[in-house]
């Protein structure tokens, strides 16, 4: 496995549209790619991250929330419902030293494939993943949380922590007060 280096705002290729992945690409060559993107995502103490957040157009995002054993892949994933709306705070990996407050889902459904190609469907509300999955799909559409800020002020600069510092992972996606809403 290898840290892979993130590419940051302005780098074109986050605002370009992921690829979907073909059949025949679910293969080993794929597999070492997501093992690489979840080191780096732990690396860089994220809760996920999208292959074109590391320079590759195709549809495969990870998420490993805090806690959890495992990271989820995801390959294809669409957001095919949501619901409600709710501020949150968020930052990204590609925007490092910022954070804003955006408008996200109350509720979510999603699906995709695993990296063996199985079907997967997602259900989530009001949590982190609901958050999480938002913003790792938005990313494989050239899509940056900084594109739904609640007002151009909502976005201020934050200390990174130094390596010394972190100890444990952190979320770059932390709720904020929640406001339903229907959407």
């Known amino acids: 496995m290898a840290i892979l280096p993130i590419r940051k705002l302005p780098d074109p290729v986050l605002r370009q549209k992921a690829h979907r992945v073909r059949p025949t690409e679910l293969n080993d060559s794929l597999r070492k790619l997501v093992d690489d993107m979840i080191e780096t995502m732990h690396d860089a103490y994220g809760v996920g991250i999208a292959a074109n957040q590391v320079g590759v157009t195709q549809q495969v995002c990870v998420i490993q929330l805090p806690g959890e054993d495992t990271a989820?892949?995801?390959v294809n994933p669409q957001l095919v419902a949501k619901e409600g709306e709710r501020e949150v705070i968020e930052g990204c990996l590609s925007i490092p030293g910022y954070r804003?407050?955006?408008?996200?889902?109350?509720?979510?459904?999603?699906?995709?494939?695993?990296?063996?190609g199985k079907p997967i469907r997602i259900h989530a509300e009001d949590d982190l993943l609901t958050q999480a999955l938002e913003h790792e799909i938005g990313h494989l559409n050239g899509d940056l949380y900084i594109d739904h800020l609640v007002s151009k002020d909502a976005i201020w600069p934050v200390e990174e922590p130094s390596e010394d510092e972190e100890s444990e992972p952190r979320s770059e996606l932390e709720s904020k007060e929640t406001t339903s809403g229907s959407h």
């Open 72 to 74: 989820r892949v995801l």
């Open 100 to 116: 804003g407050t955006i408008t996200r889902s109350n509720k979510i459904r999603v699906r995709a494939l695993d990296i063996d």
